[in-house]
C-alpha cells in the first residue's frame, strides 16, 4: 500500500484541532524516530492501562467446546462455547469457509453473537460482518457481552474498566483463532458497530497483534454533547468502586458528573486520539 494511504490530505497536515498530538512524550519531548515512538507507544499503553485497571494474565490457550455444527451455503456454522476470560463462559459463533486455508480471520464483535453470524436478518440488518466476511473466504468468529447484559457487565476475576475488559476479552478471542489451523494468525483482524465500535477501538488500540481495525459509529473523540458517545457511563469507562451507587445515565452534569476512569482522562486532557494512534501503522519520520 502506498505511504500516501497513511498521511492526512494537505489542506489538513498541519491542523490537529484541539487534540494533543500523540507523538508527544508526557515530558513534552517529541518522538521523531521509529525507536522513539516505539517508546512513545508504550507510554501510552501504560498510561491507559494504569487509569483503567489492569488486565488479569492473558490465557495461554482458552478453551472451547463446539455444541453444534452445522452446513451453510460455502462454509461451516459451528456454535462454541468458550471461556475467554477466568471465571466467565459464552456462546458464540464460529464461521468457517469452504477450502483448505489457512484463512484471514475477523472477531467480530456486539451486543450477541446471532446478528454478526448473520442470524437475526431483519432486526440485524447491515450488521452480519461475520456473514459476510466468510463469504469472502474470512473465518469469522462472532461473540457477544460477557455475561450477557452490556449495562451490568460482569468483569469476572478482572479489576478493570469495562471496556478495557471488554478489550482483553478480545485479545484471548484473537489467541483462540490464532490457534486453530483454519487460521492465518498474521492475519487477524477485528470489526465491529456501535456498542462493538468502541469494544473494537479498544481492542485494536490494546491488543497489538490484531493486523486490521474497522470500526462504525463508536464515537471517536469525547463529545458531551451527543448521548450516544456515552464513554462516560459505568458500563464503559465510567464505573468507580469507590461509589456506593454509580452515576446515572446521560451526558454529565453538575448534578450527575463525571466519574471513574473516564473522569480522570478527562481532567489529565487525554482523548480517544491516544488509541488511534496505537491502531495506526508506525508513523513515516
Known sequence: MSPLHFHPPQELKDESGPFRSPLLFDNGTQASNALEWSRRRQEILDYWHNVMGQW??????PQFSVLEQERAEGFHRLRLSMSLAPGLSQQGWLLVPDGEGPFPAVLVVYYDPDTGAGLKPTE?????YGLQLVKE???ALCIGTPAGDARKPDTGEAICQPLSFYAYVAANAWILLASLPQVDAQRIGIVGHSYGGKWALFAGAL???????AISDPGIVWDETRANVNYWE???LGYDSSLAKQRQPGIPTAQNPRTGAYKRLIDEGHDLTDLHALICPRPFF
Open 137 to 139: 473466504g474470512f473465518v
Open 234 to 236: 459505568p458500563w464503559y
Open 56 to 61: 488479569p494474565a492473558l490465557l495461554t490457550t
Open 124 to 128: 440485524g440488518a447491515h450488521r452480519d
Open 207 to 213: 491488543w497489538e497483534k490484531f493486523a486490521a481495525v
